[in-house]
C-alpha cells in the first residue's frame, strides 16, 4: 500500500511593522466606536494614487483582530469579489467586518459600483454569519459612512 498525500491549509498571519509618522494608527485590539475615528485613522490612503480596498476584521466585541489588503486598483476603481474578502475573515474567524477604501480624487462620495460591492458583500456576510457593520470611503479630510447615511 502506497503513501497517501494532501495538501493542508493553514492560516498564516504577517506582523507588519509601520514606521512613518502615525500617531493614531491601527492597533490590534483597537475598537473603533465611530466611523469618522476610523476615517482619521486611514486618511494615510490618500497618499496612495491607486485605490485600495481594506476590510477590518473583528471579534466578537467588534475589537480588531486584523486588517486585510483586499484589492490595489487603478486610479478610480478596485476590483472586490466576496469571495476574495470572506476567504480571509473566515481565517480570521471574524465576527464582523468594517470595509475601508479610499478615492484617490479626495471626494469620498460612492460610486454606483461602490454600492453595488457593499450590497454583495453584506448579503454573503449575512449567509456566511459575518456582519458588515460599515463601508467607510475616505476622501481628502472627509469621508462617506453607508452605516450613518442609512445604506447599510
Known amino acids: 500500500m502506497g503513501d497517501a498525500y494532501f495538501r493542508q491549509i493553514k492560516a ?3 506582523t507588519l511593522t509601520v514606521k512613518e509618522e502615525i500617531t ?6 483597537q475598537r473603533y466606536t465611530s466611523p469618522s475615528q476610523v476615517s482619521d485613522t486611514f486618511q494615510f490612503l490618500m497618499k496612495e494614487t491607486k485605490e485600495m480596498f481594506l ?4 471579534d466578537g466585541k467588534n475589537r480588531i483582530i486584523c486588517m486585510d489588503v483586499v ?39 460612492p ?14 456576510g449575512e449567509i456566511m454569519g459575518i ?5 467607510i470611503v475616505v476622501g481628502d479630510g472627509e469621508y462617506f ?6 445604506l447599510l
Request: glycine letters at 6%; proline letters at 4%; aromatic letters at 6%.
Open 12 to 14: 498564516i498571519y504577517e
Open 24 to 29: 493614531n494608527y491601527l492597533k490590534t485590539g
Open 55 to 58: 476590510t477590518l476584521h473583528l
Open 71 to 109: 484589492s490595489i486598483g487603478s486610479l478610480n476603481q478596485s476590483i472586490v469579489e466576496p469571495r476574495s474578502v470572506y476567504q480571509t475573515a473566515c481565517l480570521s474567524n471574524a465576527a464582523a467586518l468594517i470595509l475601508v477604501h479610499q478615492h484617490p480624487t479626495g471626494d469620498p462620495s
Open 111 to 124: 460610486s454606483s459600483e461602490d454600492i453595488t460591492i457593499t450590497r454583495r458583500l453584506k448579503e454573503a
Open 131 to 135: 456582519k458588515v457593520l460599515d463601508h
Open 145 to 150: 459612512s453607508f452605516t450613518e447615511r442609512g
